[in-house]
DNA sequence: CGCAGAAGCATAACGCTGTTATTGGCCATA
DNA sequence: TATGGCCAATAACAGCGTTATGCTTCTGCG
């Protein structure tokens, strides 16, 4: 409900008259509807990390780092509700995110820092790039043009995937690879969808 | 209240009892709570236009660019309910931004895009750099930072300010920017707060 | 096999939300 | 002064999350 109709139509009522119950099943089996909130999004987490592993691997790391990119803004694409309130925007019934949830959250990171030091090892990126500080600004990226795109902010001459080419290809060539190189890569991982 | 209580402290009945009037105040003067949310959104783009007009001028147009998105941090980090709706996240008492409060926000961009002209023409970055382009990069980077800080999701060994002057440099760099004098940029621009 | 216990759900209600029809009062203008 | 129109208070409606109550049903033990 929540991915086809929005965080309004996510209420007490709806869901119960949706499964033929009455509100106390809500209660019963959740104890809240903020309880509620939080099962659904650990089912989104649970779906990204499937995505993510799902992923083929591949020869060039830069490649990959921009391939689970990819996979990341397709993941907030294919359920923007789901990943709105995964990131803590859109407070949803009064849920609000708990530590347990921002961790569960931060796991997504380790997969692309692995690809940042696969890289560093190729010599694709500086050999002393600091991998847990650049996949916090690849992220903040990526978050970044994800709720963006959703709120119908990115407009004008260039596209959502656009900026997205651009800020990997960037990011690749601030990391210490070559411009040729990264355009390469990066197109490699993002044009055969 | 939505700066100091938060989003859900925003309703219809709160504010009219603060202000010592009745439900009807609301209808009689905004039309509805999403309209009147309108003019709450409103205000806080004209704020945000207030700060970064009231920032000083550099002679170093990278530092400049870079005072601008500390001024970006800033006012995201004054009043984080206000920005958070600006920007298309929580959706607040059915609010939603239309067409022309997007246009009111992409008007942020004009002062960086311009200040990225002057880095080429300086020739701090390169001559055929798309300013459009890197300027919604650059925007959607200051937006992650924000909302994930807000959210709580910037943790671990790096802080929100880390990330930001990472974030700055390398957005330099990539765009020709030397390394040095990306640094010592951003460092001017940021560090007498 | 039968009874006791527990677990789960439906009903109804409380206080809250945004919204509105009705009613009354105030103020400005002729 | 009288009259018109604007404005707001009251009360109500539908819907929200939540909960106390009571009934039903299912489980497990003697």
């Known amino acids: 409900m929540l991915a086809e109709q929005g965080p309004a139509a996510l209420s007490a009522r709806r869901l119960v008259t949706a499964v033929g119950a009455s509100t106390m099943a809500v209660y019963t089996?959740?104890?809240?509807m903020p309880a509620l909130v939080r099962e659904v999004i650990r089912e989104g987490f649970e779906r990204f990390h499937a995505r993510a592993l799902a992923m083929e691997r591949s020869a060039d790391p830069v490649a990959e780092l921009a391939g689970l990119c990819r996979v990341y803004q397709e993941f907030a694409r294919a359920?923007?509700?789901?990943?709105a309130v995964m990131f803590g925007d859109s407070v949803l019934a009064g849920f609000e995110l708990d530590e347990?949830?921002?961790k569960m959250g931060a796991v997504v990171l380790r997969a692309p820092r692995?690809?940042?030091r696969r890289c560093a090892a190729a010599g694709r990126f500086r050999a002393d790039a600091d991998a847990d500080l650049l996949v916090r600004q690849l992220f903040a990226s990526m978050h970044g043009i994800?709720?963006?795109?959703?709120?119908?902010y990115i407009m004008g001459d260039h596209t959502p995937h656009q900026v997205l080419v651009g800020t990997l290809v960037d990011?690749?060539?601030a990391a210490g690879d070559g411009a040729d190189a990264a355009r390469a890569s990066v197109a490699a991982a993002l044009t055969d969808a």
């Open 29 to 32: 089996h959740f104890g809240s």
């Open 171 to 173: 990011f690749a060539v």
């Open 79 to 83: 359920e923007p509700e789901v990943y």
């Open 114 to 116: 692995d690809a940042i």
């Open 100 to 102: 347990e949830d921002r």
């Open 146 to 152: 994800a709720q963006l795109t959703r709120a119908g």
